[in-house]
């Protein structure tokens, strides 16, 4: 009988975080100046802890005990024989997902979220500011702020917080404020409403007001927390991709392809930077970020210093960048509007060692819906992007006729996403594509700005 699931036990997770920093060179961060950030600079957005791990380069981590103790509500997630998609696509390709939609939120941020949580309460912060697009960091920093008994505030990008009222409801069941972007509340907020009322909202937009409702708290009892694009956040998501790479080696496989979606990066670096630590090393492996044919960040934008955030309160990041004042299209796709990219994302396709790929909203869907009609799992719109390309990867195969094994991250499930498929299946959600009158704008928005060294790590 074919194996479906590959389990390990709590005993077998991963008690260290992979950090790509000991793997690769980077360009570092610029403050206003244009000299590179010290850990000081970043004190009054995060806790000093964090801020170790963000510019560590020791190749390991240890994950502390009281996280643990969180993640093995879910964890480890086990890694899925996708048999009966396999079957579907009539591939000779072997197709295996990582499950990170049994988390309580129904995604793989509380990989980070829990960790942060827990930082900044040893480091005796008592309330935390972020952003979401989605909603899925929202909820999941909901969630890790009630396991730790801090408060949360959550400023939501505005098309989301109206297409996906349930989210709301479930960072509210967790305790948290969710407030939509932009608002009124801050300065940023403020400044965006007056020149465009009627904006979408952008999760620069959000990174802005959630950032400056930390900084400008007298108390000093709040900070910032994010749940993609910084280097602390890709080293706490590895853990799905070391339980992966223990998963496969029980059943003799190694992967061909490694695929995941990637918006500001998080859970494609999460289940990714394992393996291209193996291929440094000399191993060959094809690796794949997907990103929305709407927002191409890595296939389109310019390898640029660029601010995280549209009111410019974050430092100059060395990213592929749509620039910090573009305004994605409204796909529903929220956690992948996002103008840049992770800097350490970012290096890696500088350098070839893995490639971008993007999809547009229809395939997505239409990779979302035989996946749920086959596995009986619904996607969330971002895994529908990673699945849109291994549905391409196991035609090439059956093509070439190659038993390739494809690996991928199922980032979350869609539960809370089934207002778009409704507006799949009516036939109202359309492709977006980035016009060519948008690239001129976004060169404009970086033309001022450094341009960072095209390093190589090998």
Not at 230 to 236: A, C, G, K, P, S
Not at 280 to 293: A, Q, S
Not at 305 to 310: F, L, T, V, W
Request: glycine content about 8%.
């Amino acid at each position: 009988m074919e194996v479906r699931k590959i389990l390990l036990t709590e005993d077998e997770m991963p008690r260290q975080w992979y950090n790509i920093l000991a793997d690769i060179k980077m360009n570092p961060p610029l403050g206003p100046d244009g000299n590179p950030i010290k850990p000081e600079d970043l004190a009054p957005v995060f806790p000093m802890n964090l801020i170790e791990q963000e510019m560590s380069s020791e190749r390991w981590i240890d994950i502390p005990e009281e996280v643990l103790s969180v993640l093995k509500i879910w964890r480890p997630a086990p890694l899925v024989r996708a048999l009966s998609f396999e079957k579907a696509l009539d591939t000779p390709a072997r197709i295996y997902f990582k499950n990170e939609g049994l988390s309580p939120p129904g995604s793989h941020k509380p990989n980070t979220a829990v960790p942060q949580a827990y930082y900044n309460k040893v480091f005796g912060i008592k309330k935390l500011t972020t952003e979401t697009g989605a909603g899925q960091w929202g909820s999941a920093l909901s969630f890790a702020c009630s396991q730790f008994g801090l408060e949360c505030k959550v400023f939501m990008v505005r098309i989301s917080f109206d297409q996906k009222p349930y989210r709301k409801s479930l960072m509210a069941t967790w305790g948290a404020n969710c407030i939509a972007s932009p608002s009124t509340l801050t300065k940023a907020g403020r400044d965006i409403l007056e020149s465009d009322p009627n904006t979408p909202g952008s999760l620069a937009i959000a990174i802005s007001e959630a950032v400056e409702a930390a900084v400008t708290d007298e108390s000093g009892e709040t900070r910032y927390s994010l749940g993609s694009v910084l280097n602390h956040v890709m080293l706490h998501q590895t853990i799905i991709g070391l339980e992966a790479k223990k998963q496969m080696e029980k059943i003799g496989e190694y992967p061909d392809i490694v695929i995941g979606c990637a918006g500001g990066g998080s859970n494609f670096a999460g289940l990714a930077y394992p393996y291209v630590c193996d291929k440094i090393n000399g191993r060959e492996i094809e690796i794949y970020p997907v990103e929305p044919t709407a927002c191409p960040t890595l296939t389109r934008a310019p390898f640029a210093y660029d601010h995280g955030d549209s009111a410019k309160y974050t430092p100059l990041l060395p990213m592929h960048s749509l620039g910090h004042s573009f305004v994605p299209a409204p796909i529903h796709a929220g956690g992948l509007r996002y103008h840049g990219m992770a800097p350490t994302v970012s290096q890696l396709v500088s350098e070839g060692l893995i490639e971008a790929k993007a999809v547009n909203q229809l395939a997505a869907y239409k990779a979302g819906v035989l996946m749920a009609r086959t596995e009986g799992i619904v996607p969330a719109p971002e895994t529908n992007h990673a699945l849109a390309c291994v549905v391409d990867e196991a035609k090439k195969a059956k093509e070439e006729g190659k038993e390739k094994v494809i690996l991928f991250n199922f980032s979350g499930h869609g539960l809370i996403d089934l207002g778009a498929y409704d507006k799949y299946f009516s036939g109202k959600l359309k492709d977006y594509e980035l016009g060519k009158e948008e690239e001129s704008k976004f060169e404009a928005c970086l033309e001022d700005h450094p341009k960072p060294e095209l390093l190589k790590s090998c």
